[in-house]
Each structure stands twice: as C-alpha cells, then as structure tokens.
C-alpha cells in the first residue's frame, strides 16, 4: 500500500487578470483558484492511491488565502490535506516552494509517489517538481501524459519533442504531469458537502524548519501583446504568397 | 456579499465549471435546433444539481435555499433551459412529492428524480381558467381501488421527456371558500390513454419542450395519488413560491449572462481608436443602468431565500421575483442587442437568446399580470389587516 501525494498551488484566477493598455497587469480582482494543470496532479493522485489501496493526500503551501482551497481540493477526491502555511509577507520562489513541500512529504508516512503539473497556471516555470525530487534525493519522471502501477514500479510515458517514451522506475518516486495524462472530473455537490468532513492538517513552514530565503526575485511584469503585421492582400494569391512568405505554408 | 460561505463558494464555482466546461459548448446548438438537453440533465443529476434543498433521506443534497438559487444563477447565465429543464422536474414537481409524497412515493420517484435517472414534470394548466385553477375541466373519477383521469393539459414543460407526469385534476364538487376537490396523480409515461402532442415552436427556450397531454380514461390505481386525494390544491399553493422564486435565481443570472456579453462586447469592439465603452457615453451608461438593475434584483433574489432558508418568508415574496426577475432579464438582454447593434439581433451570437428566453419568462408558470393582481390582493388585505 503507497500513499500518494498530489503538491498543488493557489494561483491568481487567469479569467479576472487584466492587462492594461500599457502592458502592466492587474492581478488587484483577481480571485484565487487552484491551478488548472495542478487538478490533473490531484486526478492521478486520487487515481493511483485508489489503485494501490492507499490514501491520497493535498499538499499546498502558501499565506492564508490558500485556506480557501483546502475544501476544493478534498471535493475533488483527496483523502486529507496537508497545508504548509506561509507568513503573509513571505516572498516566496521556486526554491522556498519545493523546499516547503519537501518538508511537508517528509513529514507523512508511506508516501510512494508525488504528483506535480508540469507547470503553474500562473508562472508555469516548470521547476516544482525537479527541485522538490532533488531536495528528497527521490528520481523524478517529468512530462507524464500516462502513468501506472506495474508490479510495484510506476510505469509512466513521457511525451517529448517528437516522441513517447516509456520508463518504470521504483517508488517512491516524483511526477510532473501534463495536462493531457486525463480529465479531471468536475466534483459532485456531496463531495463538496462532504469534504469539509475530511482532515485537515496546518502546520507552519517555521514548525517544519523550511527556509524561506528566496533565491530570486520578479523585478517586472508585463502583459504580452502580439504584434500584428496588418498586411493587406487583394487577392488568393497574394494571401498564398504572404504566408509562404511567412513560412505558414 | 451576506449570503456568502465557503462552502456556498466553492459549490457556485464547481456549478460554473460545470456549467463552463459541459453546457456552454453546446448551450447555442440546443437554442438553433431545439434539442432537449438530456445527456446534460443526466449530467447534472450525477453531480447533485437536482434536489439541492431537498433532504438527503430524499436522495437531496440537503442544503438550503440560498445554495440553490446560486446554483440556478449559474445555470441562468450559460443555458437557461437547462435551468428550465431541472427546475420544472426538480421544484415544480419534485417540490410537491418531496413536501407531500409518502415514503413509497418518495422512495420510487423522488430518490431517482433527484440523482437525475428519472424526470418530472408537472401538468397544470389548462385552456380553460388558465392560472384560475376553479375552473379547470379536467377530472378524475374514482372506480373501484383506481381512478379514471380525463384531462387535457397545455404548454406543459418536459412534455414528452418526463418519465413521470404530476396530473393535477378536479376530483369533486367546488366547495366555494376552500381549496378542496383537487388532487395530484403521477402518471407514468406509458400509461395507456395518456398521449403527448409534438412540442410548440416556440420565440424563446428553444430545447425545452412545451406540449399538449390528453389522458383519455387513463386509469391508474390508487397508490398513484399524491398525499391525500381533494388536497391537491392546498399542496401547490404551498409549493408555488418555490417555483417562483427559482424563476427569480435563473433570470437574475440570464440578466448577468446577457450584461456580461455586452460588457465585453463594448470593452473589445473599437470604433475610432477607442473601445464603445470609452467612446461613447451612452454606452456607458447603458451597461451601468444594466448593472444596477442586476444589483437590485441579486438584493431582492437573496434577501428572499435568506428569508426562505430561516422560514420567515412571506409567500408573496414569491411573486415579487416572479415579476422582478423577468423584467430585468429582459431589460438588460433589450440593452444588450441594443449594444451589440447588427450582430445583436444574428442567430448565434447568443445575445438575443437571453431576450427571447427572458421574454417566455412574462408568461411561463404564471403571466406577470397574475402575479401582479395576486400581490396587489396581498398589499389589500395587508392594509385591512393593519388598519
């Protein structure tokens, strides 16, 4: 029996973000949700826990407003949640957030896999996974679009540039999956009900002794705006030559 | 906003997600081809958006009021039929079996009703009397241990997908001054003698059925009746706010979809350089008298179900959203077309959809004027009583 752990992130809702004229962003209305890409992460999480018979728990770390996924993250078929609370003022990187979960993995019991995205739905720097993997001295298989249990190991297919590969490895082992290893199914309204039932455990990032030093830091942030090329065509062809011209075609 | 909890949160945003990810690919598909949405109602069944305020020994979910009017909001705002379409077999029908269905009845229809396996819905009206209930001809006539029903029913909503039909017929002599001599059947689709017409075509909730059911010498036993035969009546003016008040949660959020169209619309749609919402103030002020108008009626809508969830409800409350949610609906889809100029009034664009569904809700369930003339007989006798 392996526990699974699904790491998650509450992230700034992509729906409420503004970009102003002049590329600056206005995160100021945005209401938090859990990243889109880190409900795939929960859905194997839950998937392979029920086919290993054991528990699969949230991990999240962040300030007081990731309270407010706790409940959302036990609806989508968790068994428990672990959250690592963070001061409020914490500036808090890469680093500090793989370092955090490493201590909250550290501190269950029986955990034979962690479940990563690939990226966050609001900086997707894909790093979360890798350093956590490092920092437990655990292996770790990025780009799983398909993962399962084989006779004890994880087989997992990581869909690359121009192929898929395949490779089984030990337990207990981390994954960052891509959106594409499964849909995530929308949580019934029980479930909601229900998982304010299921526990709940806080402990703060100075109880696990995580240093919250960051190593970097966002000096600015722009909105990206495509530039178009405005190009005028008056016929067929000339549309044909304009793209070829482009290599579109 | 007061009415607010964590849980009601998280309950609206997994409702919008369903609601985003499932009805809103194929909400404009069902209006063009006037499709029933069935695999969505099933869809919605599994999920527990049916039989939310119901009791969970009902196969409920056993929250309240308020929990489901956000619900209903969010339906409102992507695919109001979809809303029609639950809440006709949910708290039209479903209302009276849960308030008056014995534990058979409960256990038979309403457990499965309310995971979406089986459908209501509720037959009322009739040409004659319209929402004036003393005079409608159809009657049921007992023989032996059954009941013989003949009745022919009109605009009824989930016509000919209902699995089960909620007959309400005359079964006695009026009795001036009371609501006695009127009793609810379930009737079950296959029931010899019960046929259903082809739907209407109708301006608005295209995808909703709305039919005519003739029942000829439909016989059913006993068992069939609802509650207590001759209280059939007195059930449904229990019930009726319900079904009122949940009009009042689905145009509050037909009203938020059609503004937000608009908004958008207006924020992207550059004319000179600017936006219509910089360029011109009658834009402008368009979509703040929408906003107000929305504010106003999201005010009323949930100090009703607060009221409702603590039982201190008045029943004319009902009404009120009845008549309020409607008019504003459509008010701000009007306004909305009316932003979108040309494209406003193009089949597919989903703007006038709100505008043809919300002009459906004047009439649908019971007409604004009847609503109206009830609530002024209330604002009488409350004087009276008061003097």
């Known amino acids: ?249 | 906003m007061f009415y607010m909890t964590e849980e009601r949160q998280l309950i609206v945003n997994i409702t919008r997600e369903f609601m985003e990810k499932e009805a809103a690919p194929v909400a404009l598909e069902h209006d063009r081809e006037g499709k029933w949405p069935l695999e969505l109602f099933r869809r919605a069944g599994e999920l527990g958006l049916l039989g939310i305020p119901f009791p969970t020994e009902q196969g409920g979910l056993g929250a309240d009021w308020t929990t489901f009017a956000l619900v209903y909001e969010e339906v409102g705002k992507v695919m109001p039929i979809l809303g029609i379409a639950l809440g006709s077999s949910s708290i039209l029908a479903g209302g009276l079996v849960s308030t008056a269905g014995s534990p058979e009845q409960i256990e038979k229809y309403m457990v499965p009703a309310n995971k979406g396996e089986l459908i209501f819905a509720g037959a009322f009206t009739e040409a004659t009397g319209g929402a004036n209930f003393f005079e409608m001809q159809g009657h049921a006539d007992p023989d032996g241990d059954d009941w013989i029903i003949n009745a022919t029913k009109l605009f009824i909503t989930n016509a000919g997908i209902a699995d089960v039909y909620l007959v309400l017929v005359r079964t006695g002599e009026l009795q001036p001054g009371t609501a006695n001599g009127f009793t609810f059947f379930f009737v079950e689709k296959d029931t010899p003698g019960f046929t259903v017409s082809p739907p209407e075509v109708k301006m608005g909730f295209n995808g909703n059925y709305s039919a005519t059911l003739t029942f000829k010498d439909v016989r059913v036993p006993k068992e069939n009746v609802l509650g207590k035969a001759g209280d059939g009546l007195k059930y449904l003016v229990v019930n009726s706010p319900d079904e009122f008040m949940a009009v009042g949660a689905l145009t509050l959020g037909m009203a938020e979809g059609a503004y937000e169209m608009a908004l958008k619309y207006s924020m992207e749609r550059m004319q000179n350089g600017k936006s219509l919402f910089d360029n011109f103030q009658v834009t402008r002020f368009k979509l703040a008298n929408m906003k107000l108008e929305i504010e106003a009626l999201r005010g009323l809508v949930y100090m009703a179900f607060d009221l409702r969830d603590k039982g201190v409800m008045p029943p004319e409350y009902g009404r009120m959203l009845k008549i309020k949610g409607p008019r504003v609906a459509e008010y701000v889809a009007a306004e909305a077309i009316q932003i979108f100029g040309a494209p406003g009034v193009v089949f597919g664009t989903g703007v006038e959809r709100f505008w043809r569904d919300a002009k459906i809700n004047f009439i649908a369930g019971a007409s604004l004027e009847a609503c109206q003339d009830a609530l002024a007989n209330y604002i009488r006798g409350n004087y009276y009583k008061s003097a």
């Open chain 1, 1 to 249: 029996m392996q526990n699974t752990v699904a790491c998650y992130k509450w992230v700034a809702d992509e729906a409420d973000i503004r970009v102003h004229p002049d590329l600056s962003v206005d995160l100021s209305r945005a209401a938090g949700r859990i990243s889109e890409y880190d409900k795939h992460a929960i859905e194997l999480a839950v998937q392979l826990a029920g086919n290993s018979g054991g528990q699969a728990v949230g991990l999240t770390f962040g300030a007081e407003p990731v309270r407010k996924s706790l409940k959302d993250a036990l609806s989508r078929g968790l068994d428990e949640a672990l959250w690592i609370k963070a001061p409020e003022q914490a500036t808090v990187d890469a680093v500090v957030t793989a370092r955090a979960l490493a201590a909250g993995v550290k501190s269950l019991d029986g955990v034979g896999v962690i479940v990563c995205a690939e990226g966050s739905g609001d900086s997707y720097a894909r790093q979360t996974a890798p350093r956590l993997a490092a920092l437990l001295g655990l292996p770790v298989v990025t780009s799983v679009c398909e993962a399962t249990f084989v006779d004890g190991v994880l087989r997992a297919t990581r869909r690359l540039e121009d192929s898929l590969e395949t490779v089984a490895v030990a337990l207990p082992v981390v994954v960052a999956v891509l959106p594409q290893i499964n849909r995530p199914a929308i949580p019934g309204l029980k479930a909601v009900m229900a998982a304010g039932r299921k526990p709940v455990t806080e402990k703060t990032a100075e109880e696990l002794g995580v240093d919250l030093a960051p190593k970097s830091e966002i000096t600015s942030m722009k909105g990206f705006a495509q530039a178009r090329k405005n190009v005028l065509v008056e016929s067929v062809a000339d549309l044909v030559a304009a793209l070829k011209k482009e290599g579109i075609v």
